[in-house]
Nanobody
Framework: QVQLVESGGGLVQAGDSLRLSCAASGRTFSSYWMGWFRQAPGKERQFVAAISANGGNTVYANSAKGRFTIARDNAKNTMTLQMNSLKPEDTAVYYC????????????????WGQGTQVTVSS
């Protein structure tokens, strides 16, 4: 399994922007689909966005479309989530995720997770 470490979370106001980063260890990073999930207190973990191994395909949850952008830099073994126009509903612990599956079928493909980084958006 790859080792994933998230960073960049914090406390911001509604309407602000924030960029989360995920650093991955291992030599197979460039072969993995990567994704971002979030989990608010008392709620199930929710899919946010995913990106294919070569960055050619991206998938967004409806809540993220138009506001969030997922990207990756395979040369640096990093992935980012640029979050704009943040809302209080975006408050959650955000997790970096990875899957070794060659063909992505959906959020349930992800099984490897980072430790999470807290994002809090005040109203």
């Amino acid at each position: 399994q790859v080792q994933l470490v998230e960073s960049g979370g914090g406390l911001v106001q509604a309407g602000d922007s924030l960029r989360l980063s995920c650093a991955a260890s291992g030599r197979t990073f460039s072969s993995y689909w990567m994704g971002w999930f979030r989990q608010a207190p008392g709620k199930e973990r929710q899919f946010v966005a995913a990106i294919s191994a070569n960055g050619g395909n991206t998938v967004y949850a409806n809540s993220a479309k138009g506001r969030f952008t997922i990207a990756r830099d395979n040369a640096k073994n990093t992935m980012t989530l640029q979050m704009n126009s943040l809302k209080p509903e975006d408050t959650a612990v955000y997790y970096c995720a990875a899957t070794s599956k060659t063909y992505y079928t959906g959020p349930t493909d992800f099984r490897s997770w980072g430790q999470g980084t807290q994002v809090t958006v005040s109203s």
